[in-house]
């Protein structure tokens, strides 16, 4: 039963990170209808940057995080003018920026691959102490535990951006209507700026915290793409906090899929989900309840 | 069927090449050499199968490596357990194995449209090597090899083989010319071109995108099969999932949607790859770079760019063409030739919508509107920007749903039909902003159409069997027709991008008739034209009315409403408010309120 217990608290964990990355993916696609399959990898930017800076180099954390936060940003920003602006004016081309999206991505990930070299993952610090936190006969790692608070205060912080501030206001506004937006003064090409700097900033926050999780692994960055991806397909396109219930459900269920099936299956686990999921309800869980055209 | 000197000048290049691929064993003889070519080969058949799904049909698919996985295991597989099967065999049983992956992966992907199939063939992709690593009948890490199995012979080999992967290279491309040049590869371009055009052209757009993705496995499978025989050897290595990104960017550099493409792609791409020597660790980075470029600077690729290059300089050498923007000639003024519409499946009775409701969000757009369009009679719908006339107009041709009230077409209920059925019942329509295939002919807009209601099955149709070439034939006649009734048979050849936008409009109402429909509902056709047109559109609709079709129209020029009307209906947020002939809407005061903002007399402040 502890096992199990404890399977939950370490799926929770991993579940947030795939959170914050449908959140990123939320948060770009909503500004400029762009589905962002770099996310992923600019998370994996992340944690290679953490590892950089605190394992080898030795900073304090704050200001690795720093670092990490405007070099993970400053990577995205790139992305969106180089590969995501130009189809910004070419409404009806929908294959060719997903493509881009994919090439910067292979991009991003070649050159960690290469700088990294042919090493292990190596561990990262965290900022927590190490040792576990005793609740009955559940024990919590703290570093575990800081990935789940991490996406509940971005989430919140995203949700307060848009509701309070008159950038999150013609954000959600672009969301709605493109067009309608561009006529009200509101530029669509700063809002697309804008969505892959807070798309860069939450990946760097997941990259950062997940980072003494899963250590300093170049391949994940696909993984945790498609695995953000199936936390929205669960949650359902478009809702926030139905990514977040998507990214809990896929985790936990992964880690209950380990203990109890194969870890060696993991990645069916996810699959698994997915396709009951397009199965009995292709908007997912949270979704507008029906197809909107078919 | 003659060929034109675009198409000698293609043909000749596919000779030339095929040419030098079929000598290129004299100059690099040697059996490794080879065996990297067959490597390339069977790959480009791959990219060959993710054209049709992704070039023709614009179903991105990020996950091809999986399905030539599924095809090579199962090659594999068999030729380890039966090693006197050959090679036939083992492309038969790997093209029905990779068929079936395509429909188990297809059936759910495909019910959400847009990036959800590419995410989910990705994550096939990346899903396949790792189960294949973990299973016993595939050999685990370290895969399957025939080399080591004493009872395998490889029959042909070497350049015999050689030539034999070349063939099916070549019988692929043309297969995929045939099918992109038939009614099924019609379908599919209709498809990507928006999926509300399919739907308008009563195309079923599921079932046409998982036969797409259905039919791209197969040559998926069959270069797996290929694979499997001239390298002897699969394993989880060799079917990574970044081997579906460069089959993927092989596809998109040589030319989405062109029958050469994938395989100059291929060939570059793949055949790059094998040469980069001590390169192969900046693989990743030089071929992100070649396919961001592409596909940001020159998405239609080189095959592509090479051909709009050359019609551009064509149509630049040309003096003016036969312009549609031009007043119109005088020939389309003469009485246009006798259009019998076919009887539609529900008989002779009227389009009648009752209490029809629709809202979005707590907005009522459409609330409790009746109306009723006969046959031979024009209906004109109008009213204000946002006030419900074109989600009137979707309800009825089944884009949206209902949420109270029907839509009857004689006694038939057809609320609840999808989009397709109700196109095929025999309501047509035109769009606001024209769907249109935008390099294809304005000819081959109107042919999809034409062929709706003629009867040839898919197969005979690729193949060019009786029916097919037939049936060809007499939908071009049809579309020709239906074109010289809008006063554009002279145009039928220009591309419709070099149309100007109201033309287009004129395009969409051809296109319309040659359904042969008994209603048409005609969104705007009038916004954006000359005067002239405007006139020709006139008579247009008159002749429509007077062969018998039910006309519905939506449109802002009111003038033009009344003179041709019998019945018109005014909405204002999303209520019918007045009804009735055109005299007796001229001097309704809620009318002239509401539409043109007058104000009621009587209401205080007028000078």
Redesign the interface.
């Known amino acids: 039963m502890s096992l199990a217990i404890n399977a939950v608290v370490a799926g929770l964990a991993i579940g947030s990170v795939y959170g914050l990355v449908a959140l990123g993916y939320t948060v770009v696609f909503n500004a400029t209808r762009v ?1 962002n ?1 770099a996310q992923g990898d600019l998370v994996m930017l992340g944690v290679l940057l953490s590892w950089y800076l605190l394992d080898v180099r030795h900073w304090p954390q704050v200001a690795a995080l720093a670092c990490v936060l405007v070099g993970v940003t400053a990577v995205s920003l790139a992305e969106e003018r ?2 995501v602006r ?2 910004l004016s070419r409404p ?9 999206t ?3 991505s ?2 991003v ?3 960690v ?2 700088l990294y070299g042919e090493n292990p993952p190596q561990p990262v610090p965290s900022p927590l102490p190490s040792r576990a936190i005793h609740l009955g006969s559940v024990s919590i790692v703290p570093k575990l535990l800081l990935a789940f608070l991490a996406l509940v205060a971005v989430t919140a912080a995203v949700e307060a951006f848009y509701r309070r501030t008159w950038l999150g206001t013609a954000m959600r506004a672009t969301a709605e209507d493109r067009e309608v937006a561009a006529l009200r003064g509101i530029s669509p090409t700063r809002m697309s700026a804008l969505a892959f700097g807070i798309g860069g900033l939450v990946a760097a926050v997941a990259g950062y915290v997940v980072a003494p999780i899963v250590f300093s692994d170049v391949t994940i960055g ?2 945790y793409s ?1 695995k953000g ?2 936390a929205l ?1 669960i949650g359902g396109f478009g809702s926030i906090r139905g990514a977040l219930i998507g990214a809990w459900v896929l985790g936990v269920g992964e880690q209950l899929f380990d203990l109890y099936v194969s870890p ?2 993991e ?2 686990a ?2 698994a989900l ?2 009951a999921v ?2 009995v309800r ?2 997912g869980l949270f979704g507008p309840g029906r ?1 909107r ?2 | 069927m003659g060929l034109g000197p675009a198409e000698r000048r293609r043909l000749g290049a596919c000779a030339a090449g095929a040419l030098v691929l079929a000598l290129a064993p004299l100059a690099f003889g040697s059996p490794y050499r080879l065996d990297q070519f067959d490597y390339i080969l069977s790959l480009v058949m791959v990219a060959i199968g993710l054209n049709v799904a992704t070039g023709f049909a614009g179903q991105l698919s990020l996950g091809p490596s999986a399905t030539f996985a599924v095809g090579g295991y199962t090659a594999v597989v068999l030729a380890n357990d039966h090693p006197g099967v050959g090679l036939a065999a083992m492309a038969v049983a790997a093209m029905a194995a990779a068929g079936v992956f395509g429909l188990v992966v297809g059936l759910p992907a495909l019910r959400v449209g847009g990036f959800y199939l590419a995410n989910v063939t990705l994550f096939f992709a990346l899903l396949v090597p790792i189960v294949a690593t973990n299973l016993s009948v595939t050999g685990r890490a370290n895969g399957i090899s025939l080399v080591a199995n004493p009872a395998f012979v490889q029959s042909p080999s070497g350049a015999a083989l050689y030539e034999t992967t070349l063939a099916v290279v070549g019988l692929l491309t043309l297969g995929c010319w045939a099918l992109l040049h038939s009614r099924v590869g019609r379908e599919f371009v209709a498809v990507r071109t928006s999926e509300e055009l399919a739907l308008a052209l009563g195309i079923p757009t599921y079932r046409a995108k998982l036969a797409a993705f259905g039919l791209s496995s197969l040559p998926a499978g069959l270069g797996g099969a290929f694979y499997a025989f001239s390298q002897q050897f699969v394993s989880p290595g060799s079917v990574s999932v970044s081997l579906s990104i460069y089959l993927v960017a092989a596809c998109v550099i040589g030319g989405l949607g062109s029958v050469t493409g994938p395989v100059v792609g291929g060939l570059l791409v793949i055949g790059l790859g094998q040469f980069l020597g001590s390169l192969a660790q900046y693989e990743g980075v030089i071929f992100g770079v070649a396919l961001a470029a592409f596909a940001v600077a020159l998405p239609q690729g080189i095959v592509g760019s090479g051909e709009a290059l050359r019609a551009a300089v064509a149509s630049y050498v040309r003096s003016a063409p036969l312009g549609p923007g031009r007043p119109a000639p005088p020939e389309a003024r003469r009485p246009a030739p006798a259009w019998a519409p076919a009887p539609p499946a529900g008989g002779a009775g009227s389009l009648v919508v009752s209490g029809a409701r629709r809202s979005f969000g707590g907005v009522v757009a459409v609330d409790g509107v009746d109306l009723e369009v006969a046959r031979g009679q024009l209906h004109g719908l109008i009213g204000s920007n946002g006030s419900g006339k074109t989600t009137l107009l979707n309800l009825v041709c089944g884009f949206y749903r209902l949420e109270a009230g029907q839509v009857r077409l004689g006694e038939a209920r057809i609320d609840h039909l999808p989009a397709w059925r109700v196109a095929r019942a025999g309501v047509a329509r035109t769009f606001q902003t024209p769907q249109l295939v935008a390099e294809a002919s304005v000819l081959d807009n109107v042919v999809p159409a034409a062929e709706r209601h003629l009867r040839c099955n898919a197969v005979a149709s690729v193949l060019r069997l009786p029916p097919g070439p037939r049936t060809a034939r007499a939908a071009r006649a049809r579309a020709l027709e239906a074109l010289e009734l809008v006063g554009l048979a002279k145009a039928a050849s220009e591309r419709v991008a070099e149309l100007p936008h109201g033309t287009r409009r004129v395009v969409e109402v051809a296109r319309a008739l040659a359904l042969e429909p008994g209603f048409v509902l005609l969104d705007e056709p009038a916004a954006g034209l000359g005067q002239s047109e405007v006139e020709r559109l006139k008579s247009v609709l008159a002749s429509m009315v007077a062969a018998g079709l039910g006309v519905l129209l939506v449109e802002h020029n009111v003038p033009l409403v009344l003179e041709l009307a019998d019945r018109v209906t005014v909405l204002h947020q999303g209520r019918a408010i007045a009804q009735g002939g055109p005299e007796s809407l001229r001097g309704n005061q809620l009318v002239a309120q509401v539409f043109l903002g007058r104000e009621l007399a009587g209401s205080g402040d007028q000078p």
């Open positions: 589905f399959l180089l590969v130009p189809f009806r081309d929908n294959i060719g920026w997903f493509i881009a994919l090439a910067f292979l991009v990930e070649t050159v691959t290469d696909l993984n498609l991806f199936i397909a060696r299956y990645v069916v996810g699959l997915l396709m397009l199965a292709p908007t197809l055209r078919v």
